[in-house]
Structures are given as structure tokens and as C-alpha cells.
């Protein structure tokens, strides 16, 4: 039998702040929601239609996410499709289908459209724990000598 697969790539913008929660075996997980845009021409008239995807993140990726991402930071993630459902409040079967963030990437400045409150800059991943600032070199300032060319 044939393995079936179940992978999504995504770049977006976050629509709210991530929302950061224990849950009960002591794991973390953090939610978040993601807004693709995509231009098409119909008609020879440029459009733009906007989807909006739930994403769900867990352990060291979800706190990072919460300590770093911001409402309108763009993102790149990689995960897979999960469906869930449930009884509303009238009785009635509901669902959703939600990404399950296994990967990701900050794209574009450090605090999204607005940089004013997060200091700017590009954010380049660290060792667990260290921010950049904290690596030794202020944002460009290299030795000549570390340049291997």
C-alpha cells in the first residue's frame, strides 16, 4: 500500500499575537493564526483574495513563537493538515482543520510592519537562549578576520 502525505507549506502574516498555554501532561503549546494573500487576474482585472489558517505549535517551537512573533510578522511555516471536531452548544458536529506547525522561519524585520516597539533587525536564529545581541557582535560588526573570503 501507498503512504499518503500530508504536508503544507505556508508563508503569511500573524493576524493576533501568538497565545502561549500549558496544558495538562506539562507540555506548551502556542496558537496563532496566519494571513496568505494571493493576487490572480480574471477577467484582465488584477485581484486579491486573503485565507486565513489556525496553526498550532508545541514544546521549545511554541515558546519560541510566543517570545518572538507578533500580530503582522511575516512567517514561514512547515507542518501538516490535522482535522478536529467536536459537539457545539446546540448538538451539532463541528470542525476544523488546523496546521500543526513542525518547522518554521521569522521572515522580514524582527517586529513585522512595525518595528518601533522590537528594535528592528533581521532575526537569525541563536543557540537555545541566546539572542542575538547577546552573541557577541552588534548587527554588522564583524572582524575582518572572521570573513572567510
Known amino acids: 500500500m501507498a503512504s499518503d502525505l500530508n504536508r503544507v507549506v505556508l508563508v503569511g502574516r500573524l493576524t493576533r499575537d501568538p497565545e502561549l498555554k500549558s496544558v495538562g501532561s506539562g507540555s506548551t503549546l502556542c496558537k496563532f493564526s496566519l494571513a496568505s494573500n494571493r493576487t490572480y487576474t480574471a477577467g484582465g482585472e488584477k485581484r486579491e483574495e486573503v485565507s486565513?489558517?489556525?496553526?498550532?505549535?508545541?514544546?521549545?517551537?511554541?515558546?519560541?513563537?510566543?517570545?518572538?512573533?507578533?500580530?503582522?510578522?511575516q512567517l514561514a511555516i512547515e507542518g501538516r493538515l490535522q482535522q478536529r471536531s467536536w459537539d457545539g452548544p446546540d448538538g451539532k458536529k463541528q470542525s476544523a482543520v488546523d496546521i500543526v506547525v513542525e518547522n518554521f522561519q521569522f521572515l522580514g524585520a524582527a517586529g513585522g510592519r512595525d518595528d518601533s516597539s522590537r528594535g528592528g533587525?533581521?532575526?537569525?536564529?541563536?543557540?537555545?537562549g541566546v539572542r542575538q545581541e547577546d552573541a557577541g557582535f552588534a548587527s554588522g560588526d564583524y572582524p575582518d578576520d572572521d570573513i572567510p573570503f
Open 52 to 73: 486565513f489558517f489556525n496553526c498550532t505549535a508545541w514544546g521549545k517551537q511554541a515558546e519560541i513563537l510566543s517570545q518572538y512573533a507578533r500580530k503582522g510578522k
Open 121 to 128: 533587525g533581521e532575526y537569525s536564529p541563536q543557540p537555545a
